[in-house]
């Protein structure tokens, strides 16, 4: 009986492990690699599919954000440049460079009308544990840095797609084949039905409804 524990409980470790470790491989533009996701957060409940096509130039990362079966196409038309798009419909990625969970990453956002959000977040507890020092640093001028976006909205086909250009010096990251980097990425969902509430979706479940978990970040390797 207790060797049938050990072993389940060994099974257990080695499962989460071989999670956590399956790393993408990200290569150079044009080829790109995918990531997609169809589940809640925290519940796993389905949620429209998302998929993001990643790649990388000498100078910055590329993200071809995908958002299938939308029904709302819900964002606040008033919004600019570092307001609060993630209280309506958004795609968004969580990036830090290097291996370890970070306690400091880029909070990038689209919102179906083109308009983001971009600010370095302070999380050194890496959960936002309450109590806990939690701050944000705006990017105030993205497009004066090199940061490009570009959103389509296609009602007929339920779908939403939005390209994004990151500078990779912001991460001290130019030229970065060979690096390893950590990110999630995730969708809000909601519509004039439901608003305030949100439908949260993620492609590395943190299990909380709470998108500021980064040991579970997934890991990413440019080749
Ligand atoms: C979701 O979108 C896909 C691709 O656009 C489509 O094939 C599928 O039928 C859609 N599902 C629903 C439930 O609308
Ligand atoms: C989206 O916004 C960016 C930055 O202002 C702009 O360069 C781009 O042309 C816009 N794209 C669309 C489709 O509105």
């Known amino acids: 009986m207790l060797k049938c524990i050990l ?11 071989a999670g956590k470790d399956e790393t993408i491989q990200v290569p150079a533009c ?22 993001v096509d990643i790649c990388y130039t000498d100078k910055s990362l590329k993200l071809l954000f995908t958002a299938s079966n939308e029904t709302n196409f819900y964002y606040n038309p008033s919004h600019q440049t570092n307001d609060n798009i993630w209280a309506y419909e958004a795609m968004e990625a969580f990036i830090s460079k290097g291996l370890e969970d970070p306690q400091t990453y880029l909070e990038y956002e689209v919102s179906p009308n083109n ?18 020092p939690m701050d944000h640093a705006y990017i105030s001028s993205p497009f ?9 909205i ?3 086909s339920s ?3 939005t ?12 030229h970065p084949k060979s690096s390893v980097w950590r990110m999630n990425f ?3 969902i909601t519509g004039p039905d439901i608003f305030p509430k949100q439908k949260l979706c993620a492609w590395r479940n943190p299990g909380k409804a709470n998108f500021h978990i980064t040991p579970v970040f997934g890991v990413l390797s440019f080749v």
């Not at 004066?144 to 389509?152: K, L, P």
């Not at 250009?165 to 001290?172: D, K, M, Q």
């Open 30 to 51: 044009p080829d790109t690699s995918s990531v997609s996701f169809t589940t809640s957060v925290p519940n796993g409940d389905p949620c429209p599919k998302t998929q």
């Open 159 to 161: 779908q939403w797609k």
């Open 115 to 132: 308009q983001t959000f971009n600010a370095f977040i302070y999380n050194p507890s890496r959960e936002s544990l309450p109590g806990q």
């Open 163 to 174: 390209e994004s250009t990151i500078p990779l010096a912001l991460f001290n990251g130019e």
């Open 186 to 188: 995730f969708r809000t």
């Open 7 to 17: 072993l389940f409980a060994i099974y257990i470790v080695l499962a989460y492990a």
């Open 154 to 156: 296609d009602k007929p």
């Open 144 to 152: 004066s840095d090199g940061f490009q976006v570009n959103t389509q």
